[in-house]
């Protein structure tokens, strides 16, 4: 009878949902690259610089852990304020129309002891596909500077096709394939 409540409390146990812990992006310490080749000449490198989000992690089960992120697509950063303009415009973003794209994460598939493919939909312009991510956890502990406060930080690369989410303008001189590289830190709540 003490193996039979022994072992009910332990199927009880493995069916309790793991504890999770809420994090919020720290835009400060975020950058949001992107890079797309130039009639073949060079690479155009760029950032978003206005990016909100969430994640929710659980170290004891990080396959379980979810990430939503919001960008606005408006605060695009070229090093070129024409370019920067024109592609807020209709040939491109069209922010006007489609303000922020965000990435919700749908899968995390652990592939060493802190990196994990993240597989997300990516809504931009107003079409959304799966987007995959390869992610690397960099540090998680509580931050030097900021007492009492527990950070987890990220590094994340991926590739997406412009014409794929409806931006087709000028293809194929300007690349279709975007470089997606990602740095960013999540503070506990």
Same mark, same amino acid.
């Given at each position: ?42 690479? /155009?490198?760029?950032?978003?610089? &206005? #990016?909100? =989000?969430? @994640? %929710? $992690? ?8 979810? !990430? ?42 652990? /592939?060493?002891?802190?990196?994990? &493919? #993240?597989? =997300?939909? @990516? %809504? $931009? ?8 991510? !390869? ?55």
């Amino acid at each position: 009878m003490k193996h039979l409540a022994l072992a009910f409390l332990a199927v009880i146990a493995l069916s309790m949902p793991a504890h999770a812990d809420e994090y919020e992006i720290d835009a400060s310490h975020t950058h949001v690259g992107f890079q797309i080749s130039h009639m073949g000449f060079s690479e /155009t490198y760029g950032v978003f610089k &206005n #990016v909100s =989000g969430s @994640l %929710t $992690l659980d170290e004891a089960k990080p396959e379980t852990s979810r !990430v939503d992120v919001t960008i606005d697509v408006a605060s695009i950063d070229t090093a070129s304020e024409a370019r920067d303009e024109h592609l807020k415009g209709a040939d491109f973003f069209d922010v006007k129309t489609f303000p922020t794209m965000t990435f919700k994460s749908t899968k995390v598939e652990l /592939t060493g002891k802190d990196t994990a &493919n #993240v597989t =997300g939909d @990516l %809504t $931009l312009h107003g079409v959304t596909k799966p987007v995959g991510l !390869v992610v690397k956890l960099n540090k998680a502990g509580e931050s030097p500077t900021k007492k009492g406060r527990y950070v987890a930080g990220f590094s994340a690369l991926g590739k997406l096709k412009r014409s794929d989410f409806g931006i087709k303008t000028y293809l194929p001189m300007i690349g279709d394939e975007v470089t997606i590289a990602i740095s960013s830190e999540f503070i506990r709540k």
